[in-house]
């Protein structure tokens, strides 16, 4: 789920796709502190209702970064993940070793799309071998406008995201990240910018992306809609 020494680069609207090798980075260790799990939980950064509620699914090293990002700044953000990865989670604060700056976060974690229910947008973190596990789960977190963004390399999970989600809700994405999990609970960000792009996979910038990449941006994410025509 998200590791990897490979920066992503996935064409919209599902046209191609490149990878480019990214020089892995020094892997620095970061002190751990131990929480109170209820305490973890309860001091995740708390939302405005004009907020976007953001799922992002998978929590491996984009996952888990881009979940971190958000939750740092005070989104409605809640990140799927599973096996250690959410033991660590739920039991201490995320902590992030980044090129971007280093940081420590509270994000509330669960393996259960259910407990969180309809979202204004999932984000897919997973490795398309995944996919069809997740797109059999979705359901509970599509709601009347959910948008689905994954940003995993390839095109063949668009068509799988779209029989499970239904028409017009998946967009197509792109990150730009180098970052791995050396441990549960830690991620290590040593190169790429740490962005997303996405975009309507019929190429016209739509408002719904435009509030999402504004929500993203907002929480110290480099993202832009694009269209084809970019």
Request: charged letters at 20%; a negative charge.
């Amino acid at each position: 789920e998200g590791g990897g020494g490979v920066v992503e680069l996935v064409a919209l609207g599902g046209v191609g796709a490149r990878q480019q090798q990214a020089r892995p980075g020094l892997l620095i260790g970061v002190g751990q502190r131990r929480a109170d799990p209820a305490e973890c939980q309860r001091s995740a950064p708390m939302a405005g209702d004009d907020q976007p509620r953001i799922a992002v699914y998978g929590a491996g090293a984009l996952g888990a970064y881009f979940g971190g990002k958000l939750a740092s700044a005070g989104a409605d953000v809640q990140l799927i993940a599973r096996g250690n990865q959410l033991a660590a989670l739920q039991a201490d604060p995320l902590r992030v070793k980044s090129l971007n700056g280093d940081f420590e976060t509270p994000i509330r974690t669960t393996d259960e799309p259910a407990e969180i229910g309809p979202c204004d947008a999932v984000i897919v973190c997973v490795k398309a071998y995944h996919m069809e596990q997740v797109a059999a789960a979705l359901g509970p977190l599509i709601g009347e406008d959910t948008a689905v963004v994954p940003v995993q390399h390839g095109i063949l999970h668009i068509e799988t995201l779209q029989q499970a989600s239904g028409p017009g809700r998946v967009l197509g994405g792109a990150a730009v990240l180098f970052a791995s999990v050396p441990e549960p609970g830690l991620v290590v960000h040593s190169a790429g910018p740490g962005a997303i792009t996405f975009g309507e996979l019929e190429g016209r910038i739509s408002e719904r992306a435009d509030r999402h990449a504004s929500a993203l941006r907002d929480s110290g994410i480099p993202t832009a809609p694009v269209s084809k025509s970019h």
